[in-house]
């Protein structure tokens, strides 16, 4: 049988919060019997959305607060004044114990600041990352950092490359993920030193996963790699750079559908194609990102998702908690400093 | 009547040269009848063609030599060496005055280290930069830097900004673009602090366009600038996953049509209007980079274009002459220092 597992939700989070919250609560509920809630928000707000749920609010406990961090809240604010906000009585429940992990699609930077502050971080990482997984052309890869760590060094990579080869394990299922450090490409122009001293720590330090080596932007729609190694400011402009063109590609397909009688008549023939389609790159199906290299599992959700969308994010923490995510972070971490403080210590400094 | 106009090709540079670029000199030619052609690359593979085409022989001057900068010659190696290289001579025809502009298919690094070279930076010009145009849901939008170079500090932004401008205003007509610079969105993370810097140079001198602030990488397909401004590490990752992104949606789209026989006559009936979108998002449409801030028009065509591409990137140096880039840059470089050197000298320090 297989061991409960409690996710912590902070009711109050995201555009459509608490609706969307607790209908994205009964959706995983269904998915998954062994899990229970710890609801977190505005009794007045929630507990009638519960009342309608009983079979969720049977395995619900919910906790009151008025206290609610503004989706536009300034993240050193929110960490001050926000101490019996929902998000952040959400992220104690996971600290004392009372939860396996925490959901919120409320403000991300004020969950990160937060997360990062209750949870700590894991001895030994340099620095937490955002990660999330997308489609590709093979299959599904993991991306990070999302926008944690503006401008980073080559140990922040290195602890990238470990965290994301653990999510990729714990998320993807895939056995000996490869791992590939986002560069750019011609021969002139080589990139950042960083990323080479980066490079130059990877090949020789025995870590789980495989190490590819350098790739391009293009490699990570290609699927080239399992896990794509980046710095947060560049991380994030390409994952909304890759999201922009998706939504172009998409509206250029919907004109061209509608620009001919005929082309109209294709569409509905290829409609029940084109919905497969539309599920397959559904961004709800990859909702919920991870704040990796926290003692705890912290998952964002988008905050304009629905409940389809939460539930999907619920499922990341679920399953991140069951893979012991955590474990297989600090091995990868314990393997790089036994490494780089005996025989490899040369690369580093060199 | 217009002026004549003479681009300077290099024969021998591209997968598919000399033959793609003697065809799209044919297909140029028609389109474009006051330019004449310098073409250079080795007599016995391109006189062979020439001579099938007799009317674009008529307005051609072929110059032989037997060197050839290879595709993977690192630009260091090819500068030094390749003095008779036919990239080498076709810029040098410009720097002479015999060519009005050089475009050419071969190893970017070498022609822009060669370019750089013999054409000279622009005088106030702190670094010269690689632009080029895309379409987005509003039209079309200039991208730049897209990979010279790789670290940047606020003078270099706000020069691209300005280079961006001339370019935007000389090959997609906008009489007064805007522009801004692209940066990430959390509250939290602000992104690098040159960009500010910049950003606050951008603000305080009057300089051509209008300057729209930060934007994010989902802007760039919106459309929501003219003129999208980075350094060139995030500007080749940018463009690198947007390329990616639309082949994944691409692939995605032809398995869709292939996955039911409802699905492919549907697809059938929608070809003529989905050839029309193919047509519209045609790479071939939007090849010629231009290195911008030289003195003097370099274009580069993508390696592995066909004719048409190739024609395209003559069009883009015709233009760019015609539309003198070269004097527009100067006058917004010259407005900036005279600017920054006044009264706005302090947000440049501060």
Same mark, same amino acid.
């Given at each position: 049988?297989?061991?409960?597992?409690?996710?912590? &939700?902070? +009711?109050?989070g #995201?555009?459509?919060?608490?609706?969307?919250?607790?209908?994205?609560a009964?959706?995983?509920?269904? !998915?998954?019997? /062994?899990?229970e809630f710890l609801?977190?928000g505005?009794?007045?707000e929630?507990?009638?959305?519960?009342?309608?749920?009983e079979?969720l609010?049977?395995?619900?406990?919910f906790?009151?607060?008025?206290?609610?961090?503004?989706?536009?809240?300034?993240p050193a604010?929110?960490?001050?004044s #926000?101490?019996?906000?929902?998000m952040?009585?959400?992220?104690n429940?996971v600290?004392?114990?009372?939860a /396996?992990?925490v959901?919120? +699609?409320? %403000?991300? #930077?004020a969950?990160?600041a937060? =997360?990062?502050f209750?949870?700590?971080?894991?001895?030994?990482?340099?620095r937490?990352?955002?990660?999330?997984?997308?489609?590709?052309? %093979?299959?599904e890869?993991?991306?990070?950092?999302?926008?944690? %760590?503006?401008?980073?060094d080559?140990?922040?990579?290195?602890?990238?490359?470990?965290? #994301? $080869?653990?999510?990729?394990?714990?998320?993807?299922?895939? +056995?000996?993920? =490869?791992?590939?450090? &986002? $560069?750019?490409?011609?021969?002139?122009i080589?990139g950042?030193?960083?990323?080479?001293?980066?490079s130059a720590?990877?090949?020789t330090?025995?870590?789980?996963?495989?190490? /590819?080596? @350098?790739?391009e932007?293009d490699?990570?729609?290609?699927?080239?790699? *399992?896990?794509?190694?980046?710095?947060? @400011?560049?991380g $994030?402009?390409?994952l909304?750079?890759?999201?922009?063109t998706?939504?172009?590609f998409?509206?250029? &397909?919907?004109?061209?559908f509608?620009?001919?009688?005929?082309?109209?008549?294709g569409?509905? &023939?290829?409609?029940?194609a084109? !919905?497969?389609? !539309?599920?397959?790159? *559904?961004?709800?199906?990859?909702?919920?990102a991870?704040?990796?290299g926290?003692?705890?599992?912290?998952?964002?959700s988008?905050?304009?998702?629905d409940a389809?969308?939460?539930? $999907?994010?619920i499922?990341?923490?679920?399953?991140?908690?069951r893979?012991?995510?955590i474990?297989?972070?600090?091995?990868?971490?314990?393997?790089?400093?036994?490494?780089t403080?005996?025989? =490899?210590?040369?690369?580093?400094?060199?």
């Amino acid at each position: 049988m297989k061991q409960k597992i409690t996710i912590a &939700l902070d +009711a109050m989070g #995201g555009d459509a919060a608490p609706k969307i919250v607790v209908a994205g609560a009964n959706i995983a509920r269904e !998915r998954l019997p /062994h899990v229970e809630f710890l609801m977190v928000g505005r009794a007045a707000e929630v507990e009638p959305l519960l009342d309608k749920k009983e079979k969720l609010k049977a395995v619900t406990t919910f906790i009151h607060t008025d206290d609610v961090v503004r989706a536009d809240e300034r993240p050193a604010i929110a960490l001050r004044s #926000g101490r019996n906000s929902s998000m952040r009585l959400a992220i104690n429940a996971v600290k004392d114990g009372r939860a /396996h992990g925490v959901v919120s +699609a409320g %403000n991300t #930077g004020a969950l990160m600041a937060m =997360s990062k502050f209750v949870l700590k971080t894991l001895p030994g990482v340099s620095r937490p990352a955002i990660a999330s997984y997308f489609p590709t052309l %093979n299959g599904e890869m993991v991306m990070l950092d999302l926008g944690a %760590n503006i401008s980073c060094d080559a140990e922040n990579i290195v602890d990238f490359a470990i965290m #994301g $080869n653990a999510f990729a394990r714990s998320i993807l299922g895939i +056995a000996d993920p =490869s791992y590939g450090i &986002l $560069n750019v490409g011609s021969e002139e122009i080589k990139g950042h030193e960083y990323l080479h001293d980066a490079s130059a720590i990877l090949r020789t330090v025995k870590l789980p996963g495989r190490f /590819h080596g @350098f790739i391009e932007g293009d490699d990570i729609a290609k699927g080239t790699v *399992d896990v794509v190694v980046t710095d947060g @400011f560049t991380g $994030n402009v390409a994952l909304k750079t890759a999201e922009g063109t998706a939504k172009l590609f998409n509206e250029f &397909l919907r004109q061209t559908f509608r620009s001919s009688t005929l082309a109209s008549v294709g569409y509905v &023939l290829a409609r029940p194609a084109l !919905r497969m389609l !539309r599920k397959r790159i *559904d961004p709800r199906r990859y909702n919920g990102a991870m704040f990796l290299g926290l003692n705890g599992i912290a998952v964002k959700s988008h905050g304009g998702t629905d409940a389809l969308g939460f539930a $999907n994010a619920i499922d990341v923490a679920v399953d991140l908690n069951r893979q012991d995510i955590i474990s297989k972070i600090e091995l990868g971490i314990a393997a790089l400093h036994r490494d780089t403080t005996s025989d =490899s210590a040369q690369v580093v400094a060199g």
